[in-house]
């Protein structure tokens, strides 16, 4: 079990929530490893997502999505990196 607690927002509404996806967009889920996924992005998901985690801690790290070109690949976000031991870092 992990001892983090991630959430993605954008703007003020909360997107995901630890395992939970809180928004009603079918597009926007949570994959693996603390990323933010969007399949079918369009110029109106650019903006700021910002990553908060939960720790003693708490940190957050805010990311800039452009969308440069409108295709069907989905866009992840990265939160969290792991170093060699397992460790989580926030990362950009």
């Known amino acids: ?7 993605w927002k954008r703007g003020i ?3 995901t929530a630890g395992n939970v996806k809180v928004t009603p967009d079918p597009r926007v889920s949570r994959a693996e490893r603390f ?3 969007i399949r079918d992005a369009v110029p109106q998901d650019a903006g700021d997502y910002i990553c ?10 805010t990311h800039t999505v452009e969308i440069l070109e409108q295709n069907k690949a989905a866009q992840r976000i990265s939160c969290l990196d792991a170093n060699k031991n ?3 870092y926030a990362s950009n």
Do not use: F, S
Request: no cysteine.
């Open 86 to 88: 397992g460790d989580y």
């Open 13 to 15: 509404a909360i997107l």
């Open 1 to 7: 079990m992990n001892p983090y607690v991630v959430a």
């Open 52 to 61: 908060q985690i939960a720790t003693m801690e708490p940190r957050e790290i």
């Open 35 to 37: 990323n933010l996924q």
